[in-house]
């Protein structure tokens, strides 16, 4: 039982000092988005005052500041920060010393070599989450999102991310559906997106991915990218569970590379080698046609076309069990969600009758 006990407190601490960061951060966040339009005298006085109240504070701000572009502003206020009241007495511990070092080295523009203050503890490898959003969509919704990093993100269909951002990583957990990333070339900072127990990185390059039921399918369009295993994909496939200070590591060279052009099924039931492919510019064309709001299908059967089709509606499509409707062959373009089109297709072009049963079913049987 003694040990259940020790267990249960260890958590409990676990959770305080997660809930405080969280506090600070968000403190932090709220002093920066104040800094932008400008500080009045009480808010200049209140800050000084949460600057001194700890260490953490001082670190926290500098962090968020050099992610949000704002160490002018910063260093322009240098004398909030904590420092020695006398020059004759000595600071009363390192934080004073420290925090006024800090200063110094914002004033001679010791950021300019990429905001690495080892002696604080949050240089490159710092993991601290200083901006965290979410974006979803619905069934056959799409959504484009100009990320603060300049980056494009574009939502398919059905798909849910959290995009969080370090010092020295941009993190994109794919939790649900699929995403084409055009991503802002910075190299002090690598782009690493989460998917299933996979992690793609690029530094500036363009790709798509797409979760799927045992694989992740990933499309390079420009550039190239790595990818690897999460450090804690052996353990668990919750995204939760991922351990953001191993993210943020770069993949070594020796990763999985693919190209621009380049196209692979990443497995996640460990049974099937992961085979890099080349597309044509057609097919890459044909397979992200869906950020267009089309899906333009090649020949692909009647149940695969109908399959991807059902990604863009709630309607429920049903094939009847008849061999001549299974070699029926798709070629076209269709509008997503616009299945009253789709149906008058099928129905013209390709002899398929349709049946609505119920409200969200549809029956569909070879005409011949």
Not at 47 to 64: D, M, N, Q, R, Y
Not at 153 to 158: D, P
Request: proline share 2%; charged share 25%; no cysteine.
């Amino acid at each position: 039982m003694s040990n259940i006990h020790q267990l249960d407190l260890q958590a409990k601490v676990n959770k305080a000092k997660h809930d405080i960061e969280e506090q600070r951060l968000d403190a932090a966040s709220d002093w920066i988005a104040k800094l932008d339009r400008g500080l009045s005298d009480q808010e200049k006085l209140a800050l000084k005052s949460w600057l001194a109240i700890a260490p953490e504070h001082t670190e926290v701000l500098l962090e968020v500041a050099q992610l949000w572009d704002k160490m002018d502003d910063i260093s322009r206020l240098s004398e909030l920060f904590p420092q020695a009241a006398n020059t004759n007495k000595k600071p009363t511990t390192w934080v004073v010393a420290m925090a006024a070092s800090v200063i110094l080295a914002i004033t001679v523009g010791f950021y300019q070599s990429g905001f690495n203050l080892p002696f604080l503890g949050i240089g490159e490898q710092s993991s601290v989450v200083a901006k965290q959003m979410n974006y979803q969509t619905g069934v056959g919704e799409s959504n484009t999102i100009n990320l603060p990093d300049n980056s494009t993100l574009v939502l398919n269909t059905n798909s849910f991310v959290q995009v969080k951002y370090t010092a020295s990583a941009r993190i994109i957990e794919l939790q649900r559906g699929e995403i084409h990333i055009d991503v802002a070339h910075d190299k002090s900072r690598p782009l690493s997106v989460v998917a299933s127990g996979k992690v793609i990185q690029a530094v500036g390059t363009a790709f798509n991915v797409e979760v799927r039921n045992e694989l992740v399918e990933l499309i390079v369009t420009d550039g190239k990218v790595l990818v690897a295993q999460t450090p804690t994909a052996a353990k668990s496939d919750k995204t939760s569970d991922i351990n953001i200070e191993q993210i943020t590591q770069r993949l070594p060279n020796t990763s999985l590379a693919i190209s621009k052009g380049e196209k692979v099924d990443l497995d996640l039931t460990g049974k099937v080698a992961e085979k890099i492919t080349k597309v044509d510019p057609i097919e890459v064309a044909a397979s992200l046609s869906w950020r267009q709001g089309n899906l333009i299908f090649r020949g692909e059967s009647l149940a695969q076309a109908m399959n991807e089709i059902s990604r863009y509606t709630d309607i429920e499509f049903e094939l009847a069990d008849d061999e001549q409707l299974q070699q029926v062959k798709v070629a076209g373009m269709f509008k997503t969600g616009d299945v009253k089109g789709l149906l008058d297709v099928l129905s013209r072009n390709f002899n398929i009758r349709y049946e609505k049963v119920t409200a969200d079913k549809i029956i569909l049987t070879y005409a011949g």
